[in-house]
C-alpha cells in the first residue's frame, strides 16, 4: 500500500485544563518553574491521607506501605524505566548527593556543569572534587541563541569524569539534547547525573533512550506533586551501591515486622535501599500519586506539544514589545526565558503580581511557565501589566 501523504501533522492539544484546579479568574499563574498549584483531587487525597493519621488504628502496616511501591511505579511509567530502578527522595538534593557519594572520582579529573545551573546539582560536586583534587567545570554557550548541546560536547573529553546536568536550564529554558550529550559522555567513560526537576511531566523523557546513571526530579513544580517529595532514578549497574542512610525498610526481609531484629546484612532488590527514611510518607505519596495519574492520563507527549503552543504565542507577543527570548528547541517548549534589552528591573515581579500576574526572574531572565490551567485570558493579563509596567501602554 503506497504511504499516505500527510500535509501537516496535527498537533495534539489538550483543552484547558482549569477547573481541575483552584485558580482564581483574577490570577494568572505563569510560574510552574517556582511552584505548581496543586490539582483538587491532589488536595482532595491529600486531605483524606492526612484525616487517616487521626485514626491509625485503620492504617496496617501493608496499607500504607503500600504506597511506597505505588508512588514508584507511576514514576517508572513516566520515564520508561522499571518500578525497581526508582527510590524515593525528599528532594532533588537529595538524589544528587547519592550520585555524588557513590561514583568514582579521582584527582586531575572533571565535572561537567552547566553555568547558572540550580545549586542542589553544585554543593555537592564542589565538595567531591575539594576532596579529590578534581574541577568542576561550568560550560555556557555564548550569546542569547547560544547551543548549550554543542557546548557541552565540546567541554566532554579524557578528563571528564561525570557529567551532572539539568536538561532544562532552570533560569532560562535553555534546552539540552540528553541523548547526544549522554552518548558523548559514555564514549568517554564519564557518568551522566541528570536533574530532571524543571522538565519531569512536561517533556518527553526514556531512560532506555537517555540511559543516565542517575535521574532526579523533586515533585513541587511541573510533576504537580507536594513539596518534600522527590523520585530519583538509579541504573541498574549502580544499584549495588551504598545509600544516605541504612534505612531498616531498606534492608531484606523488612516486610516481616515480627522478625526486624534478625539484622540482615542484604538490602532489598533494586533501588530501594536509596530509598530515604519513611519512603513510605502516606501523608505525600497519595498526593504525588494523584498527581501522577492525572499526568499519565494527559500524556507527557501531549502536555509538551500544548505548552509549546501556549509559550511560542506568548514568545511572539513579547518579542513586539522588544523582549527575546531564545528559539526552540534551544529552549524547552514548556518553559519561556524573556530578556529585556536593558535588564529585567528588579521590580517587575512585583509590579506584575499586584496586577494578579505571577512570573518569576531568576538570573538574567523573567520567567514565563504556564501549564494547562493557563488560558488566554491569563496571557492577555499577563502583556497588560507587562505593557503598563514597562510604559507601553496596552499596545501589546
Ligand atoms: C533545577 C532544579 N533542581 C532542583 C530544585 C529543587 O531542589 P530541592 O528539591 O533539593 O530543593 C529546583 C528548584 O527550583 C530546580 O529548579
Known amino acids: ?90 528532594a532533588a538534593s537529595y538524589g544528587i548527593a547519592t550520585a555524588a557519594a557513590n561514583l568514582p572520582l579521582a584527582a ?65 529554558g535553555a534546552l539540552v539534547d540528553l541523548a547526544r550529550v549522554g552518548d558523548a559522555a559514555r564514549a568517554r567513560g564519564a557518568a551522566l ?48 551501591g551504598r545509600p544516605l542512610e541504612e534505612t531498616w525498610l531498606g534492608r531484606a526481609g523488612s516486610e516481616d515486622f515480627s522478625r526486624l531484629v534478625d539484622y540482615q546484612d542484604g538490602y532489598q532488590p533494586g533501588a530501594i535501599r536509596f530509598d530515604m527514611g519513611e519512603a513510605s510518607n502516606f501523608q505525600l505519596a497519595p498526593i504525588t500519586c494523584a498527581a501522577l495519574e492525572q499526568l499519565l492520563d494527559w500524556g507527557v507527549a501531549d502536555i509538551q506539544a500544548t505548552l509549546a503552543g501556549r509559550t511560542r504565542a506568548i514568545a511572539e507577543r513579547a518579542a513586539a514589545l522588544g523582549l527575546a527570548s531564545a528559539p526552540e528547541p534551544l529552549r524547552a517548549g514548556h518553559f519561556l526565558g524573556l530578556s529585556f534589552p536593558d535588564g529585567v528591573p528588579d521590580d517587575l515581579p512585583s509590579r506584575l503580581a499586584e496586577a494578579g500576574v505571577h512570573v518569576s526572574l531568576r538570573g538574567r531572565s523573567l520567567r514565563v511557565t504556564p501549564h494547562l490551567w493557563t488560558d488566554d485570558a491569563d496571557v492577555d493579563r499577563l502583556f497588560e501589566a507587562l505593557g503598563a509596567a514597562l510604559g507601553h501602554g496596552n499596545r501589546a
Open 1 to 90: 500500500m503506497p504511504a499516505r501523504h500527510i500535509d501537516r501533522v496535527p498537533e495534539p492539544m489538550i483543552p484547558c485544563q482549569r477547573n481541575l484546579f483552584d485558580i482564581p479568574r483574577d490570577v494568572a499563574y505563569l510560574n510552574c518553574a517556582y511552584m505548581s498549584p496543586m490539582l483538587n483531587a491532589a488536595v482532595e487525597a491529600g486531605r483524606a491521607a492526612v484525616e487517616s493519621k487521626a485514626r491509625p488504628w485503620l492504617l496496617t502496616p501493608a496499607g500504607f506501605l503500600g504506597w511506597r511501591g505505588r508512588a514508584r511505579g507511576l514514576f517508572a511509567r513516566l520515564i520508561g524505566a522499571e518500578t525497581r530502578d526508582v527510590a524515593l527522595v525528599p
Open 108 to 172: 586531575g579529573q572533571t565535572i561537567i556543569t552547566l553555568a547558572d545551573q540550580f545549586p542542589a546539582n553544585v554543593y555537592p560536586w564542589r565538595r567531591r572534587a575539594a576532596e579529590v583534587g578534581a574541577e568542576v567545570i561550568a560550560v555556557d554557550a555564548a550569546g542569547p541563541d547560544g547551543d548549550l548541546t554543542a557546548a557541552l560536547l565540546a567541554a566532554i573529553d579524557a578528563r571528564t569524569a561525570i557529567v551532572a546536568i539539568e536538561r532544562v536550564r532552570w533560569t532560562d
Open 193 to 240: 547525573v541528570l536533574d530532571l526537576t524543571q522538565c519531569a511531566g512536561a517533556l518527553s523523557f526514556d531512560v532506555t533512550e537517555v540511559r543516565p546513571d542517575y535521574m532526579v526530579a523533586a515533585t513541587y513544580k511541573w510533576l504537580l506533586g507536594p513539596y518534600s517529595m522527590g523520585f530519583l532514578y538509579v541504573a541498574p549497574h549502580h544499584q549495588n
